[in-house]
Nanobody, 124 residues
Framework: QVQLVESGGGLVQAGGSLRLSCAAS?????MGWFRQAPGKEREFVAA????????YYADSVKGRFTISRDNAKNTVYLQMNSLKPEDTAVYYC????????????????????WGQGTQVTVSS
């Protein structure tokens, strides 16, 4: 059974930084980060291809967040800088089982596996 385990969430002041990690069991997948704030729908944040060569970001985080991966560790990271109160949400990582390594996926329906989520709270 595939497991995705997030870590690294917490409370930070506006303008601060956090790094989220998502460790996957089994093999490497195309990965994405999504978030869901209270009373809102889940939204796409960032995605990275299985190879790590392709990345894509939501406009709301472009230039502030960076997605990366270490395939030797089956781990994906989300470095979040210049955090804003509107970044407050539960952050989820997701994995898609793919054969080839160059595609990224924005639609949450494309993903096969999900982590349990980690809370990020940004105070003003």
């Amino acid at each position: 059974q595939v497991q995705l385990v997030e870590s690294g969430g917490g409370l930070v002041q506006a303008g601060g930084s956090l790094r989220l990690s998502c460790a996957a069991s089994g093999r490497n997948y195309a990965m994405g980060w999504f978030r869901q704030a209270p009373g809102k729908e889940r939204e796409f944040v960032a995605a990275i291809s299985r190879s790590g060569g392709s990345k894509y970001y939501a406009d709301s985080v472009k230039g502030r967040f960076t997605i990366s991966r270490d395939n030797a560790k089956n781990t994906v990271y989300l470095q979040m800088n210049s955090l804003k109160p509107e970044d407050t949400a539960v952050y989820y990582c997701a994995g898609r089982d793919v054969t080839y390594g160059s595609s990224v996926y924005v639609d949450d329906r494309a993903y096969d596996y999900w982590g349990q989520g980690t809370q990020v709270t940004v105070s003003s």
